[in-house]
């Protein structure tokens, strides 16, 4: 039998993607490409050498990753280590790097320098179509012509694998995401939400040890995105992949992750647990993009640290004359009405948004400015009346002190 290059191979894959091309707008162009990319079959049962799909999540390396071009640094010295089977979620505003590193893992991107391992084995050199890695964009890419169940199937046929076969692989992957029953329905039968599950259950269908998610959930309502959060982890604990999770909302990180790693202009700013990051940020910009914070001014003399002007205890974690800020989320202030017995700001109640279980309202404060209060909604308790003069107090040891 001739020997047929891996480019033969792909043929019929490449003209069934180009199709896909051509039905998709301008403005969705580079996501799709991606999607086109993704979905060449992996080739290994023509015993092409590449990643073998098995159970479990595998384990993933970033090693001193950098991606250049020209003058600019896209992602600087990235290194990370990632379990197998971990939720990690990359986080950071639009041009952190964050869907760079997600892309170089894929193989979409070729890094300038540094390596990147699955597995303990280097994919740096390795073809998208080898590594063996599942993807899901903001974008759902589905075929239009087709029902769900062979969009579903469609890694599957890419990699050769028998018609029965595929189809009842591609009914337990939509079962998984709660879609049993639906395999007969074309795309624009189907909701938003229920197109991105489908997305997820092709992603998933040939067994993939990594999961690649890439603002998955953008595209959608919030009621939708908080649902699709939890049916997105269910799935995760069911197949034990590996994840990871590209997003610049700080409430799906925080939901989703078993670790956040916060980029900001192609580096690393801290990598914790979801608590950790909050509460414990490691400079002010991490503090300021993971929720809310208030930044106070504050310094320590004689073992005493004066916090806007208002007089506290000092941690003992703190050196003698140190200066730098406190920050404090908005829930970590109380609004008193009794004599404070703690540190404690006055001030007038601003403006006063009621969210169902609690309040945000801000405080124009004598010594600190403006400072933002999330407040519990208590049963028959009066709520912040804007205009009204407060006391808020509060407490150094859940604040984070950050020099400079």
Not at 173 to 186: S, T
Request: charged share 25%; net charge neutral; with cysteine.
């Amino acid at each position: 039998m001739p020997f047929r290059s891996d480019r033969q191979l792909l043929q019929p894959a490449l003209r069934i993607d180009d199709r896909l091309t051509r039905l998709v707008s301008d403005s969705h162009t580079d996501i799709d490409i991606s999607f086109r990319i993704v979905m060449h079959p992996s080739l290994a049962h023509r015993g092409a050498k590449g990643l073998q799909a098995s159970a479990g999540g595998a384990p993933i390396s970033f090693a001193g990753i950098s991606k250049r071009y020209g003058p600019v640094e896209a992602l600087r010295e990235f290194s990370l280590d990632i379990a197998g089977g971990e939720f990690v979620t990359f986080l950071g505003p639009s041009g952190s790097g964050k869907t760079t590193a997600l892309n170089i893992l894929a193989g979409f991107i070729e890094p300038s320098a540094g390596d990147v391992l699955i597995d303990g084995v280097s994919i740096t050199r390795l073809p998208t179509e080898k590594r063996n890695v599942g993807m899901v964009f903001q974008s759902y890419s589905l075929f239009p012509h087709m029902d769900v169940r062979d969009n579903v199937a469609f890694p599957l046929r890419m990699r050769g694998v028998p018609k029965a076969e595929r189809h009842a692989r591609a009914e337990q992957a939509l079962a998984m995401v709660r879609l049993a029953g639906y395999g007969g329905r074309k795309p624009h039968e189907l909701s938003g939400g229920q197109r991105q599950r489908v997305a997820c259950a092709r992603a998933i269908v040939f067994e993939p040890r990594v999961l690649l998610m890439d603002e998955p959930l953008g595209a959608l309502d919030l009621k939708l995105r908080e649902a699709m959060q939890d049916e997105i982890k269910e799935v995760q604990r069911r197949i034990g992949c590996t994840v990871i999770y590209v997003t610049h909302d700080q409430g799906e990180a925080l939901a989703m992750s078993d670790r956040i790693v916060v980029m900001s202009e192609g580096r690393i700013e801290q990598i914790g647990t979801p608590a950790a990051v909050y509460d414990s940020p490691s400079n002010a910009f991490v503090a300021q993009f993971v929720g809310e914070t208030n930044f106070l001014p504050a310094e320590l003399t004689a073992g005493r640290i004066a916090v806007a002007g208002v007089d506290a205890s000092a941690p003992a974690r703190l050196p003698e004359g140190w200066r730098g800020r406190v920050a404090l989320r908005p829930e970590h202030f109380t609004r008193i009405t009794e004599a404070p017995d703690a540190p404690a700001l006055a001030g007038r109640i601003g403006d006063v948004a009621f969210h169902g279980g609690n309040y945000r309202y801000v405080v124009e404060t004598e010594k600190a400015g403006r400072v933002i209060v999330q407040e519990q909604r208590r049963h028959g308790g009066d709520g912040p009346i804007a205009g009204a003069p407060v006391t808020l107090g509060f407490s150094l040891e859940r604040a984070a002190f950050l020099d400079g």
